[in-house]
């Protein structure tokens, strides 16, 4: 990762991470045959463009509650599984794997990021961010869990 000179630079990098993920959610949304999937990921775009706009306004000046802290459970599905790259025709177990990966590796990322300023706004802000892409993991993981290891 690179290295930061300020915190706007931690937000701009931070902002962009969130914007890929919009578009990479709307790109698997887009592909999806599947309407179940379809929203799901259109429904995870909804929030990365929230977690987006939650960036700029801090970066703007606007200081917002910062979110909660409070860890969340994490059932480590997608801690035993390979790496998976995510096609057009992938089924949903793939899907689902993709999402919790790619989740776990946000919530690395925000972690990360609120190491590298001393900024204690700054970095609970980043912190409430890792612990919301900590949620979406788990709401991932959950549907795994629910339905793809009963059916197997």
Same mark, same amino acid.
């Given at each position: /990762?690179?290295?930061?000179?300020?915190?706007?630079?931690? &937000?701009?990098?931070?902002?962009?991470?969130? +914007?890929?993920?919009?578009?990479?959610?709307?790109? &698997?949304?887009?592909?999806?045959?599947?309407?179940?999937?379809?929203?799901?990921?259109?429904?995870?775009? +909804?929030?990365?463009?929230?977690?987006?706009? #939650?960036?700029?306004?801090?970066?703007?000046? #606007?200081?917002? %509650?910062?979110?909660?802290?409070?860890?969340?459970?994490?059932?480590?599905?997608?801690?035993?599984?390979?790496?998976?790259? %995510?096609?057009?025709?992938?089924?949903? +177990?793939?899907?689902?794997?993709?999402? /919790? !990966?790619?989740?776990?590796?946000a919530f !690395?990322?925000?972690?990360?990021?609120?190491?590298?300023?001393?900024d204690a706004?700054?970095?609970?802000?980043?912190?409430?961010?890792?612990?919301?892409?900590? !949620?979406?993991?788990?709401?991932?993981?959950?549907?795994?869990?629910?339905?793809?290891?009963?059916?197997?």
């Amino acid at each position: /990762m690179s290295t930061f000179a300020n915190v706007d630079e931690i &937000l701009d990098f931070a902002i962009e991470g969130e +914007q890929a993920a919009v578009d990479l959610y709307m790109g &698997l949304a887009a592909q999806a045959k599947n309407p179940t999937i379809k929203k799901t990921f259109e429904e995870y775009a +909804q929030e990365e463009r929230g977690h987006k706009a #939650k960036l700029q306004e801090v970066k703007a000046g #606007k200081r917002l %509650i910062i979110p909660s802290n409070k860890p969340v459970l994490d059932l480590k599905i997608s801690d035993y599984t390979v790496e998976e790259e %995510i096609g057009t025709d992938a089924d949903y +177990q793939s899907v689902l794997l993709f999402a /919790m !990966k790619k989740e776990k590796a946000a919530f !690395k990322l925000y972690t990360d990021l609120a190491s590298r300023t001393e900024d204690a706004g700054i970095q609970n802000l980043l912190l409430g961010l890792a612990q919301e892409e900590a !949620k979406h993991k788990l709401r991932f993981e959950i549907e795994y869990d629910e339905h793809i290891l009963v059916e197997n």
